[in-house]
């Protein structure tokens, strides 16, 4: 039976029928839908990844912001804190450095959140975030650990305070606060350690400069602190709680260079109890003899300085930059004219200190109506009473000596701002015109790690210490302006070669000074009137050998000795009116760790002063 034919189709089945998806098309069909899907869930959630980016961004921006501000906020209030301290205002004080402290705190905790975190983590880019971490560790620290404590001192803190009526010291305050003090600043030295360390940015330069400000405003908090818990230490015993004390003071003059400053143009007996203190004694140097009986300061002293007769002739008691061997020599020399008093220390301060002090205290009126100012003192008493009494030598000293005791006066008289006369005092330390020494073995091993002990340093890190002595007896250095440079290799090797390069002008100005100025009174030679001779002195690294030195463009000879561990090396070089001479040492030291340094002689300039030696 034939199989049957199929019946046409109808339409809707015809159509059905070709319509009819097949497998290979329903797959592809199925890939483009998920391939749809997966580019819209792709690009959702690179969308919400935007605004999850987007979002930290402006949350980690505006959490740097509020950093920021934060941290200039607790700056802003702890240099209230400071003002408010040294004005006596210990309740003001105290409101600031809460202030600061919470402010410092905000800080704290905005860069510990885990945002900040996650930021400081990612390479390169996270370097400014970690970097500001660790600069709000150490500004938390500051405050919390340095400030506060700083302020529970108070009154030891407090100038106005401090100093009393008619120059009295008040030491009860300050003796309290001695354990507080100390403890401060301990807390600060840490710390600035710790701003030491903190990383540079790798991009981004306002944050660098924000760490290096904090470094050097740690630095110098830490020197303030430091210095003031010495003197909290050191001040009541030195000030005569504990007894009378005497010290001999040695007025300097610069125009004369010597190792400490100047030479001893005048001097005068301090005699402190119970805090109060006063003068008298002041002496012309002329009433110092020069022929007292030597003191033994050891054999490189002797070496270096024993042909000038310094233990015995005030003239040259001072040619070595370490003070203590000057204050030594002028306790001896008193003894022997005074009979037999041993003074309990030495006090060295020279002209320009003293316009430091004019410029709070105010002018003094000389006997003949003039007035001697902050603005003249300088000048009057370093070249105008040269010329004013060039043919009365005692003239000049009385005249010198009576600047020198009407400044004590005011020094001990009512004192408007006492804050203002502490800030004098410091600058004039801190660049060495002002300096202390005890004979108290206990007193002078804590002055002898500040400023005020004007010391030669007996570490190995790079030192280049230049020293200039007159050797013509004349005035001539009130005129000299010096630069000094020093350099040295890298520190790829265990030793390196370096330079020091000292340039040194004579501005005397041209026309008639008297000889006793510009005249060549201690060392007559045939050289042309104005010359300024001076003894070029170069204390060096330790281990230091010299290779050669130059004087003016040619070989020089130079005298070679040591002075407290150090090789010095020294030439002389003569610098005619007008005229700039180079002086270059050309050395090989040890590659020694720590930053170099270049301290400054306290003279008439302002000496320029480069350095470019690697810290190693």
Not at 144 to 154: E, F, N, R, S, T
Not at 201 to 212: H, K, L, M
């Amino acid at each position: 039976m034939p199989s049957p034919t199929p019946g046409p189709k109808s339409r809707d089945e015809s159509e059905r029928t070709e319509s009819a998806p097949t497998i290979d098309t329903l797959v592809r069909k199925r890939r483009r839908v998920k391939t749809s899907n997966r580019r819209r869930n792709i690009a959702a959630g690179l969308g919400i990844s935007a605004l999850v980016v987007t979002a930290f961004s402006v949350w980690l921006g505006y959490t740097a912001f509020e950093v920021r501000n934060n941290l200039e906020s607790a700056r802003d209030h702890a240099q209230s804190t400071k003002k408010a301290l040294l004005s006596g205002d210990t309740v003001g004080a105290e409101r600031s450095a809460t202030d600061a402290d919470k402010y410092a705190t905000l800080a704290y905790s905005d860069t510990r959140s885990i945002p900040w975190s996650i930021a400081s983590a990612i390479p390169f880019i996270g370097s400014p975030f970690q970097t500001t971490k660790q600069m709000t560790d150490v500004v938390h620290g500051l405050t919390k650990d340095v400030l506060i404590p700083a302020v529970d001192a108070g009154t030891s803190l407090a100038p106005n305070e401090l100093i009393q009526p008619g120059g009295r010291v008040a030491l009860g305050p300050l003796r309290d606060a001695a354990p507080v003090l100390e403890k401060t600043a301990t807390a600060a030295k840490e710390l600035a350690v710790q701003a030491e360390a903190v990383q540079e940015a790798s991009f981004v330069g306002a944050v660098n400069a924000a760490r290096t400000s904090l470094v050097d405003q740690t630095a110098e908090l830490t020197n303030l602190l430091g210095n003031t818990a010495i003197a909290s230490r050191l001040a009541p015993s030195m000030l005569g709680t504990e007894g009378p004390r005497n010290y001999f003071i040695g007025f300097q003059t610069n125009a004369e260079a010597r190792g400490t400053g100047g030479l001893l143009g005048g001097y005068g007996i301090v005699r402190v109890d119970n805090g109060t203190a006063r003068v008298d004694t002041l002496g012309r140097n002329s009433e110092l003899g020069l022929d007292n009986r030597p003191i033994d300061l050891g054999p490189d002293f002797a070496n270096l300085y024993g042909p000038s007769r310094p233990t015995t002739d005030f003239r040259n008691s001072n040619l070595s930059s370490h003070f203590p061997y000057a204050a030594q020599i002028w306790q001896s020399l008193w003894m022997q004219e005074s009979n037999g008093e041993v003074v309990d220390g030495a006090i060295a301060i020279d002209p320009i200190a003293l316009s430091y002090i004019l410029k709070v205290v105010g002018p003094i009126t000389m006997p003949d109506g003039e007035a001697v100012s902050a603005d003249n003192v300088v000048e009057l008493t370093e070249s105008t009473a040269y010329t004013r009494f060039a043919d009365d030598n005692n003239a000049r000293k009385q005249y010198l000596q009576t600047i020198a005791s009407r400044v004590v006066e005011k020094m001990t008289g009512k004192i408007s701002s006492a804050s203002a006369l502490l800030d004098a005092l410091g600058r004039g330390v801190s660049e060495g015109r002002i300096a202390v020494w005890s004979s108290h073995p206990a007193e002078q091993e804590a002055l002898a790690s500040t400023p005020l002990g004007h010391t030669v340093p007996t570490d190995e890190a790079p030192y280049a210490g230049v020293v200039i002595n007159n050797q013509a007896g004349n005035k001539l250095d009130y005129y000299l302006t010096r630069s000094i440079h020093y350099s040295a290799e890298s520190c790829d090797t265990d030793t390196r070669s370096s330079k020091v390069t000292v340039r040194l002008t004579n501005n005397a100005p041209a026309g008639d000074l008297p000889d006793y100025v510009d005249g060549m009174v201690a060392n007559p030679r045939s050289l042309a009137q104005g010359t300024n001779m001076a003894a070029v002195s170069l204390l060096t690294t330790q281990g230091a050998k010299l290779n050669s030195i130059e004087v003016g463009g040619k070989m020089s000879f130079a005298r070679a000795g040591n002075e407290l561990g150090r090789p010095v090396f020294m030439a002389l070089a003569q610098v005619p009116q007008g005229k700039t001479v180079e002086v270059v040492f050309n050395l090989t030291e040890p590659t020694a760790a720590g930053q170099a340094r270049v301290p400054v002689q306290p003279l008439v300039d302002d000496p320029k002063i480069t350095v470019n030696v690697p810290t190693c």
